[in-house]
């Protein structure tokens, strides 16, 4: 059985109980408080130096970051569906979970941390400079998904988990940038029974 360190509200740990929830691979799930500062005591850092979540614990084998993690429950159990193994189409999976991480990650936190999560001590900056990167963004992503069903083909993959956890996350701070194609895509993710549960309540 695998042991997911997580929090509901982050989406990365989204993705992958939407992934594990989706293939039926047995879990646990471990609540690791960001608030009371869970991810900063040892014992967890022992698991995450970077006191992130989530942290996957498989057996005596340890794994952070998130779009890794799916790429390794991918293989592990030949999720042809979820991670294809047609190179090409691979390369699509793979090029849309960097660009997750690498270009939209970052205006997610700016925004969404800021507007939700820092109170008094909110930087109005950091939300403008965020907003003004998903503007850009949010046009990439309409672009793509123009006649598409999902990111990479007519099912979805863990692409679409990875991009789709970052765009609720957005919705949650009413930032999600506009676009038809965004606005349906994100609909067919969210019939997705293990993302949808994977939803924390609000």
Known sequence: ??????????????????LLNEAG???????????KGDNMQPSYLALNPNHKVPTLVDGDFR?????????YLCNKHELTDWYPSD????????????????????????????KMFAGDKADKAAIERGEKTLVELGKILDD????????????????????????????IAKSLPEGANIAAWLGRVMEIEGFRKAMPQM
């Open 87 to 114: 190179l090409q189409a691979r390369a699509a999976v793979d090029q849309w979970l960097d660009w997750n991480q690498t270009r939209v990650a970052g205006a997610v936190f700016d925004v969404v941390f800021n």
């Open 144 to 171: 793509a998904l123009a006649g598409k069903t999902f990111l990479v083909g007519d099912k979805p993959t863990i692409a679409d988990l990875s991009v789709a956890s970052n765009a609720t996350q957005l919705q």
């Open 25 to 35: 691979l047995e879990h646990e799930l471990s609540l690791v408080d960001l608030v």
């Open 63 to 71: 794994l952070y970051e998130s779009n890794a993690i799916l790429r």
């Open 1 to 18: 059985m695998y042991k997911l360190y997580f929090h509901p509200f982050s989406q990365h740990s989204r993705r992958v109980v939407a």
